[in-house]
């Protein structure tokens, strides 16, 4: 989860940076910016202390973590999806691999088996 932060506010952006710092990135690059005003856009979280904020203040560290969590998850499911999918399906191949050297180690042990019956 990458979070910018961009507030009007310099206590409140100073604060948010302490609690995000190894989230932190340019708005650019990031999945959600936190700001204090309202903008329409797909990556806006709203902090204020009116009830249609993602997050109301006061708040905790803990609060905002598990805020943005949620958020998060709402927009970018279908990344996690899709590599999800493409590690499922890696595994897949590897165990497809595996069984496919198995049968044919179990097939020549079986026909060394009737050789030797035979032989």
Same mark, same amino acid.
């Given at each position: 989860?990458?979070?910018?932060?961009?507030?009007?506010?310099?206590?409140?952006?100073?604060? /948010?940076?302490?609690? /995000?710092?190894?989230?932190?990135?340019?708005?650019?690059?990031?999945?959600?910016?936190?700001?204090?005003?309202?903008?329409?856009?797909?990556? #806006?979280?709203?902090?204020?202390? =009116?009830?249609?904020?993602?997050?109301?203040?006061?708040? =905790?560290?803990?609060?905002?973590?598990?805020?943005?969590?949620?958020?998060?998850?709402?927009?970018?499911? =279908?990344?996690? #999806?899709?590599?999800?999918?493409?590690?499922?399906?890696?595994?897949?191949?590897?165990?497809?691999?595996?069984?496919?050297?198995?049968?044919?180690?179990?097939? #020549?042990?079986?026909?060394?088996?009737?050789?030797?019956?035979?032989?």
């Amino acid at each position: 989860m990458k979070v910018a932060v961009e507030c009007r506010s310099v206590l409140l952006q100073k604060a /948010l940076e302490k609690f /995000l710092d190894g989230y932190l990135s340019s708005v650019k690059h990031s999945d959600i910016v936190i700001r204090d005003y309202k903008k329409n856009d797909d990556k #806006n979280f709203f902090i204020a202390t =009116s009830q249609d904020a993602d997050l109301v203040k006061p708040f =905790s560290k803990s609060q905002l973590m598990l805020a943005l969590q949620n958020r998060y998850k709402a927009v970018k499911p =279908s990344q996690k #999806n899709e590599s999800t999918a493409k590690r499922n399906n890696a595994n897949f191949e590897i165990l497809q691999k595996r069984i496919e050297m198995l049968t044919e180690e179990y097939k #020549n042990n079986i026909l060394e088996a009737i050789k030797a019956f035979y032989g």
